[in-house]
């Protein structure tokens, strides 16, 4: 019986393919780096009222995910972990954005570069910077800001529990929504208790519970 003998050209060709494929990870890991940076530096800036910042930041994030696409259509798989990642990321600075500037949640077909998924993580990570941001709000007493967060957070969470979201990362960031939700409605009720009592509110006591607003709390009365 002949020796069993392996194609050697086409051994040749899968180990160029794996080592084109290690090199490509690398670029992409790389520059999702970049991408997680700018969108995280478009988030800071939006908190800090800088909203043409943002926009430059995050038009550089979009340039970098064009580049990449090429490579992403010769190896699906490295769409997943970094990228994944990095477009969640950007998904939650321009949701951040969109609120801002229009008061809306920015739809799925507006960020053409984000599969589903990743709209729907970036879209849950943004809740959180949208309770920091109405800490901020009602330490002016911007009730009606306040209320437009949790007003958005509220109708977020009448659609995620639509979703039969299996274990993985969208269950665990839903399981963080529902604490939000929790803490804008006790924000929203230091909020009143202050404004009935004519005291100032401080960022500490608008993220208190309820039960500790009620206590006194950290406010000051106004002058």
């Not at 990228?83 to 321009?94: H, L």
Request: overall charge negative.
């Amino acid at each position: 019986m002949a020796a069993v003998q392996l194609a050697e050209k086409d051994w040749e060709q899968l180990g160029q393919f794996l080592a084109s494929y290690d090199e490509q990870r690398e670029i992409v890991i790389k520059r999702c780096r970049d991408m997680q940076k700018l969108a995280k530096q478009a988030i800071y800036s939006l908190h800090r009222g800088e909203a043409s910042k943002a926009a430059d930041q995050l038009t550089k994030v979009e340039a970098i995910a064009r580049e990449l696409l090429p490579t992403l259509a010769k190896y699906p798989t490295l769409r997943s972990g970094s990228y994944a990642a990095a477009m969640e990321e950007y998904a939650e600075a321009a949701a951040f954005a969109c609120f801002l500037k229009e008061g809306r949640l920015v739809r799925s077909d507006e960020m053409p570069l984000v599969e589903p998924e990743e709209y729907l993580g970036g879209v849950l990570d943004f809740t959180g910077e949208l309770n920091r941001y109405a800490i901020a709000r009602a330490t002016s007493r911007d009730k009606a800001a306040v209320e437009r967060c949790r007003d958005l957070v509220d109708a977020l969470m009448g659609r995620f529990l639509q979703f039969d979201l299996r274990n993985g990362s969208l269950r665990k960031k839903f399981d963080g929504l529902k604490y939000t939700l929790k803490k804008l409605e006790s924000t929203l009720y230091e909020l009143a208790l202050t404004d009935a009592m004519g005291f100032k509110m401080s960022s500490e006591a608008a993220a208190m519970e309820p039960e500790a607003a009620a206590a006194g709390g950290d406010i000051a009365e106004d002058s």
